[in-house]
């Protein structure tokens, strides 16, 4: 299993922008998927997961209101969508896929129970 992630980029705080992770090797609709980032000089930190149908996302409490994520399993692809980005998001972004056995809930934050990881893209917001 592969993942690619893509859309990173220089952005103006207030800005958006959107990252794309497409998987190969494997269906998506077998994975829960997640994207996790980390900022220089920090520890990796979890930013959203989204369960294999499109349900039960989970956001970070420091991205929601503004991240969303989505996922098309038909193109094999998860999204990221960053609305209203701050200096404080600059961070390089991977996706991450979960198969079975799937973490349970109070272990989702937890980047070590990820099976697979992409290539991060980096994103900075500029103030």
């Known amino acids: 299993v592969q993942l690619q992630a893509s859309g990173g980029g220089l952005v103006q705080a207030g800005g958006s922008l959107r990252l794309a992770c497409v998987v190969s090797?494997?269906?998506?609709?077998?994975?829960?998927m997640a994207w996790f980032r980390q900022a220089p000089g920090k520890e990796r930190e979890f930013v959203a997961r989204l369960g294999r149908s499109g349900n039960r996302p989970y956001l970070s409490d420091a991205v929601k209101g503004r991240f969303t994520i989505s996922r098309d399993n038909a193109k094999n692809t998860v999204y990221l969508q960053m609305n209203s980005l701050k200096p404080e998001d600059t961070a390089v972004y991977s996706c991450?896929?979960?198969?079975?056995?799937?973490?349970?809930?109070?272990?989702?934050?937890?980047?070590?129970?990820?099976?697979?990881w992409g290539r991060g893209t980096l994103v900075t917001v500029s103030s």
């Open positions: 991450a896929a979960d198969g079975p056995p799937y973490q349970i809930l109070s272990y989702i934050r937890d980047y070590q129970g990820y099976d697979y």
């Open positions: 090797g494997r269906d998506l609709n077998r994975y829960d």
